[in-house]
């Protein structure tokens, strides 16, 4: 199928970042190939974009290499992106916590697996805290893009360039094993052209792109203050447009919850699995229903906390031994019951699974104070 039409095509959920990324107009990838990702590095090596577009794909000695040659294009406000997988994104951190600190722009695709440590090489979601939290040091965040298809995984690289410019935070797609690895069908952008050198001086008077240098201007970016009051004052900044990232940018759905009694909360592959279940539970005669966080962070608090006492019960399901869930419990502020059901180590759940977990849950909240906290 000629991809140039703007056709539906098969693809791998890597396949559809890398071929995404060409058509956005993204200016560069720096990456280091990792299972389950490499995919990505693959595809761009294929379909040889710098032949076509100018954009530089270049694999680099390690991910360390990767993330500080993301920094350096975000400085000149280049638009590129890195991806790896859960140790490798790991190893990232110390200059994902420089670009924050940096307010520079960059896309960071993480295609979680089983861990800690090498771990597996199997799918896992055991993530949400690198990715949501941060690895690095200090008060920063990273705003956190939660894909559940092969169809979002491509609609996010263009959802991560026009954030990221916007807010000048660094934005992390965070996906998984099953949906880096699986094949749907997809409909890819159309081409977008990318911004010429003129147009990025227009658009990032920050960048140092060396064009001020025509008028003695010069544009530095550094992470290091030795005077505690700018750093101080630096902090505040940031966290000021954080808030101002909250209150504007924050992307949920629901599945079948108009009339809800329980709630499922999951993202990422669970929510597919969740939406399984709750088609099962409700032939069962249950009314439950599901909620998916688009955004990890900012994440739904508000949403959740306004709706909360409503709901019966809440049983969250991710592929991990229970991160989403504090996030959700800290949300809800024991209004209501919740509960989690988990598989790590590279298993998946099933939605028979899940449907268990839920009648179990559902039991348990019956003789449970409200609000009471168990894994």
Known sequence: MDEKKNDYVLLKGNEAIAKAA??????????????????VLETLAVDKPWE??????????????????LYGAGCTGK????????????LMQEGISYMAACELPGVIVSVGRGGPGLG???????????????????????????????????????????????WRVPVVVLSDGVIGQMMEKVLLPEYTPRRTDEEIHQQCPWATNGIGLKNRHYNVHS????????????????????????????????????????????????????????????????????????????????????????YKGI?????????????????????????????SGGMIASPVEVYHAFKKMMEESVNSKKGYWIK
């Open 52 to 69: 076509t577009t100018g954009m530089v794909v270049l694999q680099a000695e390690s991910e360390l290499a990767s993330i500080n040659m």
């Open 223 to 310: 992470s290091l203050e030795f005077d505690p009051l700018v750093m101080e004052e630096r902090n505040h900044k940031m966290t000021e447009k954080y808030a101002r990232i909250e209150a504007e940018e924050v992307d949920y759905e629901y599945y079948m919850a108009d009339d809800a009694e329980w709630l499922i909360v999951a993202y990422g592959i669970s929510s597919r699995v969740g939406m399984k279940a709750v088609d099962i539970l409700r032939k069962k005669g249950i009314n439950a229903g599901m909620f998916r966080p688009k955004t990890l962070w900012p994440f739904p608090n508000r949403v959740l906390f306004d709706t909360a006492s409503k």
């Open 120 to 166: 597996t090489i199997q799918p896992g979601q055991a993530d949400y805290n690198q990715a949501v939290y941060g690895g690095g040091n200090g008060d920063y965040n990273l705003i956190v893009l939660a894909p559940n298809s092969v169809q979002e995984m491509c609609d996010c690289m263009g959802k991560a360039k026009e954030l990221t410019f916007k």
């Open 315 to 343: 049983l969250c399901v991710e592929q991990s031994e229970g991160q989403l869930v504090k996030d959700v419990r800290i949300a809800v502020e024991g209004q209501t019951y919740v509960s989690h059901y988990g598989r």
């Open 79 to 90: 638009l590129a992106f890195t991806s790896s997988s859960s140790p490798g994104i790991a």
């Open 22 to 39: 060409i058509r956005y107009g993204y200016d560069g990838f720096f990456g280091y190939p990792i299972t389950p990702q490499s995919e």
